[in-house]
């Protein structure tokens, strides 16, 4: 074994091998596992979202409104 920072290396095991290990977990974890990661992702959605209604407010904010003619001052 070889120690580098932040990481350690096993000259016989690679990540290959990790990738194919089978962690098993009861149902439950499982379960709360997947219910987070559907919250991340809906979090995510809506983040993406309101960034796009700002990106959208300030191309608004950017670009007035022409006075129309028959327009008066007070309306």
């Not at 993406?48 to 022409?66: M, N, Q, T």
Request: hydrophobic residues 40%; aromatic residues 2%.
């Amino acid at each position: 074994m070889r120690k580098m920072p932040n990481k350690l290396l096993i000259k016989h095991i690679n990540q290959q091998d990790v990738k194919n290990v089978a962690i098993k977990l009861p149902i439950e974890e499982q379960a709360e596992i997947v219910r987070i990661v559907d919250i991340l992702v809906r979090e995510q959605q809506a983040k993406e979202a309101a960034e796009g209604v700002l990106e959208k407010i300030d191309l608004i904010k950017s670009h007035p409104r022409p006075r129309l003619p028959w327009r008066t001052r007070h309306q």
